[in-house]
């Protein structure tokens, strides 16, 4: 049994994790007592195992150099933001550090050496959808429902 995770209530929380430590990752799903019990993710179109938890980095590339350290969070919230009405009641994003150990079909990490940290509460995600809405350019989730592939390849509507 996992000892209960602490909730970060605001993307400055999320922020500050991220200004002070490295190898921070966020997972959206039903928990760590849960991904904890498995070893791996799972590729959803094939069903292969996967040599770590999937999940998506916090570390701030050296391109971004110093900008802000909550808009960088708040992207990479943003970004996943739709897998909560995809994959079903109760998931959610934690905060967890680990280590490395390979790439999912996606090109996403794959963490294992996993160490909860917290829950991120969903005050946080909509706080990171009005960061990432106020930002000049036009940007969605990576969201990829609705994104069917035609035979022969392209998207349909698509030009």
Not at 71 to 87: E, F, G, M, T
């Amino acid at each position: 049994m996992l000892t209960a995770l602490t909730t970060l209530h605001t993307l400055d929380e999320v922020a500050d994790k991220v200004r002070r430590r490295s190898r921070l990752y966020i997972r959206w799903s039903l928990g760590p007592e849960t991904d904890l019990r498995g070893t791996s993710s799972r590729d959803e179109l094939t069903g292969v195992p996967l040599p770590g938890l999937s999940a998506n980095s916090l570390d701030i590339e050296p391109w971004w150099q110093d900008r802000s350290v909550r808009i960088w969070v708040a992207r990479r919230l943003y970004d996943y933001c739709h897998l909560p009405r995809h994959r079903g009641n109760g998931v959610r994003p934690w905060l967890l550090r680990g280590q490395e150990s390979g790439r999912g079909p996606d090109n996403e990490p794959l963490v294992d050496h996993v160490e909860p940290l917290a829950w991120i509460a969903a005050a946080v995600i909509d706080e990171a959808v009005g960061v990432i809405e106020e930002q000049p350019g036009p940007w969605g989730p990576m969201e990829r429902m609705g994104q069917a592939r035609r035979p022969g390849g392209g998207t349909p509507g698509a030009r």
